[in-house]
């Protein structure tokens, strides 16, 4: 569908028109992604670190797989995910026990204050 500007605006004198054909679009390939993973065995990581590279892909990893399976393994992968989001200038964090975003350099993750520790109220009547 292609319509004109002038027209739209009333100017219908002359020939000089701006077409926008609203039926064409093109992939923009520098768009945002939000991208789910799971990390079932060590070798996910690859096509993991791989969306980190590329610099437009927000990373959601479901870690519930592997750390029930291999605590160890679990380690050595979000420790290789750590030491390329560091390389891309990305970040990473934790969200619950099963969850871990990382994102671009261009984004922040927006990490919760930690808890105020304890005070011990008692109260000493002298």
Request: glycine residues 4%; negative net charge; without cysteine.
């Amino acid at each position: 569908m292609a319509f004109s500007l002038k027209r739209l605006f009333g100017r219908e004198e002359s020939d000089d028109f701006v077409e926008i054909d609203l039926n064409t679009s093109q992939p923009d390939e520098n768009k945002i992604k939000v991208k789910p993973f799971t990390l079932k065995t060590f070798e996910d990581i690859n096509e993991i670190l791989s969306a980190m590279r590329d610099g437009y892909t927000i990373s959601v990893i479901d870690i519930k797989p592997l750390r029930t399976k291999d605590i160890v393994e679990l380690k050595r992968a979000v420790s290789k995910i750590k030491k390329t989001a560091d390389a891309v200038e990305g970040s990473v964090a934790g969200f619950g026990d099963n969850i871990v975003i990382v994102t671009p350099k261009f984004a922040q993750i927006e990490k919760a204050p930690p808890a105020p520790a304890k005070e011990d109220k008692t109260d000493f009547i002298h």
